[in-house]
């Protein structure tokens, strides 16, 4: 997949901003019904515990993530939410990541996109020269 | 006592080891090395429960990756994820410690997952002793955890790990606790290497005992094979006929005079012989006696190929294909080469089952003795078990031997010590006159039967096959009583050059 068409995807996405994002959305394509305390979560992509939890309001936020509502246990089962209405075009993008190549292109793409305004916590560094990519609706192929 | 609720695993004749399956919420503990097919065991039991018998069912991994699992079960034939999408599975990754501590929760959210879809069966993958994730006491741990399981009602399988090091952990404390303990096992049997199953414990049930083996087969999933020396039915051990006026035609001219008018139905014949001294055509003959007489008959061909064996039969005049294609011949070739003998039994036994021959032809005993070792028990619990079979479905049946004895015989089956277990024995020998190697025949035995053990004459033509020559010259000598004799168990005995006066 071109980058171009990677950036399509992340528009189209557009909660995406940073790597923890991408790895932590990784890990739940490959376990999709995980039951972790976070710090285990943590170890498992290896980010910090911050970034990590800012990254899974994030998901869960946008709709790709469910976590068990009772928030005082100490682990959590989450849940990747296939039936979204972004579940298409996250197949395509972590089709593409999943391999080491398409996960560096992936990464490459987030670093070129502009940063996106988040309710707190860790952002990420705008990239200098970036250029905006214009967002297409149509569903890009993997 | 009322029969126990019992929870069939659907897995290939894993069910009829555990005499119908596991009595429901038994904690099953299924315990192996590295790559002995805990997994495929566990994934299989979990599948099967969901997709054939209505059972929903969650699998609890710590460290395979869903989406290898699923991909992985696609190779059996096994959709995972419609299952998951249709809410009959759950797959979870969690950690061991989670796992043990969620279990002796209430409220654990894991255990709510379960009874969100109503689970019935749990599989737990990559349990390690207990010790090593508490550094607790190992068995008390898993009590804590069979506890939380029993409280949930799920017939559990749990696959615990044990390695080539550590051959203790065969007899790990987890055992005591555990309701039914699954043995799985790898062993090098020369060069190759055979899978086996043994259930070492069920309580709630009877389960046959013994290591049984068993194949994992692609597009399939495990396959196991009662251990051919498992007593089956009663009605196997008094299947043996009784029925003194049947007799089976064997197709050679001139042999059924010598054998009372025929073989008795589901009688065991051996023929001995040494190679090409008749055998395989006696063998074809029988078998297309049955065709002629629109019997069914099976074949089992162990030293040559069904094109070999069609050919064979071609050269004497018998039409094998024709039969085949009729539905009268079961032509069955296993190539001998790293033989699974359980395997082989159970394909024997369900062919008979499905076909239901009237004759059958095992070519050759020999060749299950080369594979087996003639001196081990296995080769002696095997031919046993054939016999009962054959005799339980009432097939008359005829095995060759090889003897490698090339002119005449001092043993009829050598280190083969079977012949107790049939009922009668033909040799086949050569005998050499002038320049010639001739055919002979003697019926050695006939179990029920009188039989005059003279040895005969044979012949083999192209295009017609063996007949037994008549006799003609028996009549014009005397029968000489043993009085005529003297040294008449020396092997050698000697005529007297006259009868001396009659002792008293």
């Not at chain 2, 012949?459 to 005529?484: C, D, H, S, W, Y």
């Given at each position: ?142 | ?88 599975l759950k797959l979870i990754f969690t950690t061991r410690q989670l796992f043990q501590q969620e279990l002796q929760q209430a409220d654990s959210p894991l255990l709510a997952e379960a009874a969100e879809i109503g689970a019935r069966r749990l599989f737990v993958d990559g349990l390690v002793r207990l010790p090593e994730a508490t550094g607790g006491d190992s068995r008390d741990a898993f009590h804590l955890l069979a506890e ?237 078990a054939i016999v009962a079979l054959m005799k339980e479905h009432q097939v008359t049946a005829v095995y060759n031997h090889e003897n490698p004895e090339m002119l005449g015989m001092s043993s009829m089956m050598g280190e083969f010590k079977v012949s107790s277990l049939v009922d009668n024995i033909i040799l086949m020998n050569w005998v050499e006159l002038g320049d010639t190697f001739r055919h002979a025949l003697t019926v ?61």
């Open positions: 997949m071109t980058p171009k068409r990677i950036g399509d995807l992340l528009d189209l996405i557009e909660c995406l901003s940073c790597p923890c994002d991408l790895d932590l959305l990784l890990f739940f394509y490959r376990h999709p019904r995980a039951f972790l305390i976070s710090e285990r979560l943590a170890q498992y992509v290896g980010y910090d515990l911050p970034q990590v939890a800012q990254s899974l309001d994030t998901l869960i936020t946008a709709g790709l993530l469910r976590r068990s509502p009772n928030a005082t246990h100490p682990a959590q089962l989450y849940v990747l939410a296939r039936g979204s209405p972004l579940g298409g075009w996250v197949s395509s993008l972590l089709r593409v990541a999943e391999k080491r190549e398409g996960r560096l292109a992936v990464l490459q793409a987030l670093k070129q996109r502009p940063p996106l305004r988040r309710s707190g916590g860790v952002e990420s560094e705008p990239v200098a020269g970036a250029q905006p990519v214009t967002p297409t609706r149509e569903v890009p192929n993997a | 006592m009322p029969d126990p609720d019992l929870v069939k695993t659907g897995l290939k004749g894993l069910d009829e080891i555990l005499f119908g399956g596991i009595p429901r919420g038994n904690i099953v503990l299924v315990t192996g090395t590295a790559g002995t097919g805990k997994t495929t065991l566990g994934v299989e039991f979990v599948y099967r429960g969901a997709r054939q018998f209505n059972e929903p069912g969650v699998i609890v991994l710590f460290e395979v990756a869903s989406d290898k699992l699923i991909r992985d079960a696609a190779l059996f034939g096994w959709d995972l994820g419609e299952l998951e999408r249709d809410g009959r939380g399981l029993h409280r949930e009602n799920l017939t559990a399988m749990l696959a615990l790990e044990s390695t080539f090091a550590d051959p203790a952990a065969a007899r790990a404390p987890e055992e005591f606790v555990a309701d039914t303990i699954v043995r799985l096992s790898i062993e090098p049997v020369q060069r190759a290497v055979l899978r086996s199953l043994e259930v070492v414990k069920s309580r709630g049930h009877e389960y046959a005992l013994g290591r049984h083996s068993f194949r994992i087969v692609n597009g399939q999933g495990l396959e196991v094979y009662r251990r051919v020396q498992a007593p089956r039915s009663l009605e196997r051990e008094r299947g043996a006929a009784f029925d003194p006026t049947s007799r089976v035609a064997t197709g050679i001219p001139g042999l059924d005079g010598l054998v009372n008018g025929g073989y008795f139905v589901a009688s065991t014949t051996l023929v001995v012989g040494i190679s090409g001294a008749g055998k395989s055509v006696m063998a074809l003959q029988f078998i297309a006696e049955g065709a002629r007489r629109g019997e069914k008959s099976l074949m089992v061909t162990l030293d040559e190929p069904p094109a070999q064996v069609l050919r064979n039969a071609h050269s004497i005049g018998i039409d094998l294909q024709s039969a085949i294609d009729k539905g009268l011949v079961h032509l069955w070739y296993e190539p001998p080469q790293e033989f699974e003998i359980d395997r082989h039994f159970a394909q024997i036994e369900a062919i008979v089952e499905d076909f239901r021959p009237r004759r059958a032809v095992i070519d050759s005993l020999s060749t299950y003795g080369s594979s087996l070792g003639a001196a081990e028990r296995s080769f002696r619990d095997f031919f046993h050695a035995k006939m179990r029920a039967m009188p039989t005059s053990r003279t040895t005969h004459e044979c012949e083999i033509t192209n295009g017609q096959g063996m007949k037994v020559l008549p006799r003609p010259i028996r009549a014009a000598l005397p029968v000489v009583p043993f009085a005529g004799y003297f040294g008449l168990i020396s092997r050698a005995p000697e005529r007297r050059s006259t009868v001396g006066p009659e002792v008293p």
